[in-house]
């Protein structure tokens, strides 16, 4: 996914006063708050490590598959009251480094349930789901890895629909990889196992 590495306006009053040309606009020492001043334009604004990341509409497929796991998800997890499922798009911001995402699911437990504000989730969720693209493959597996890892994130599921996989990093157990399941996904909170998700249904064809 491309950056865009220009010279940075002085100020972010200077740029909303001209509009924003995304294509040569700064990103060295972005922050949340500069990327929710973004154009509503479909595409998904982060900021990570004081850089802009820009990411594409999804595809239907993406689609599909973000709608089926919120679906199982919420049968496992909120249906039971064990907390909270939300699916882009939301914004998850890191206060402490002014960091922010826009992941496609997330998951609060209630033992984080402060962590819910009317902008969106400010603080780490326990769970975060990211369903591969070509252009965010690789941020996703490099970049939004350590970035949930060092933030506190309890859990990260990287899904790619290509290879109808989930790999699944449990930062929690400091697991030094993540596991790789191909047919039936395991749902946990903490060390306790909540249920299981069908990956053949959520791969499945929406035709």
Do not use: C
């Not at 997890?77 to 699911?105: K, M, N, R």
Request: proline letters at 7%; a negative charge; aromatic letters at 8%.
């Amino acid at each position: 996914m491309p950056r865009y590495d220009s010279a940075r306006d002085t100020t972010l009053a200077a740029r909303k006063s001209r509009g924003y040309n995304v294509d040569r606009m700064a990103t060295e020492g972005i922050t949340w708050q500069d990327a929710l001043l973004m154009p509503e334009d479909g595409k998904r604004y982060e900021a990570i490590g004081g850089e802009l990341y820009v990411t594409p509409a999804p595809s239907r497929r993406h689609q599909w598959v973000s709608d089926n796991l919120v679906a199982a998800l919420r049968n496992s997890l909120f249906e039971p009251g064990h907390g909270w499922v939300y699916s882009a798009p939301i914004g998850v911001e890191f206060p402490e480094t002014e960091e922010g995402v826009q992941p496609d699911i997330v998951f609060v437990s209630r033992g984080r349930s402060s962590a819910r504000v009317n902008e969106g989730i400010r603080g780490a969720p326990d769970l975060v789901v990211e369903i591969l693209s070509p252009s965010t493959a690789e941020r996703d597996r490099t970049i939004k890895q350590k970035l949930y890892r060092r933030q506190g994130v309890r859990q990260y599921w990287i899904v790619d629909p290509d290879a109808e996989i989930v790999e699944v990093w449990d930062f929690e157990a400091r697991a030094r990889g993540p596991a790789r399941y191909l047919h039936q996904l395991p749902v946990r909170l903490g060390g306790t196992e909540l249920g299981t998700i069908e990956l053949p249904e959520i791969f499945a064809p929406d035709d």
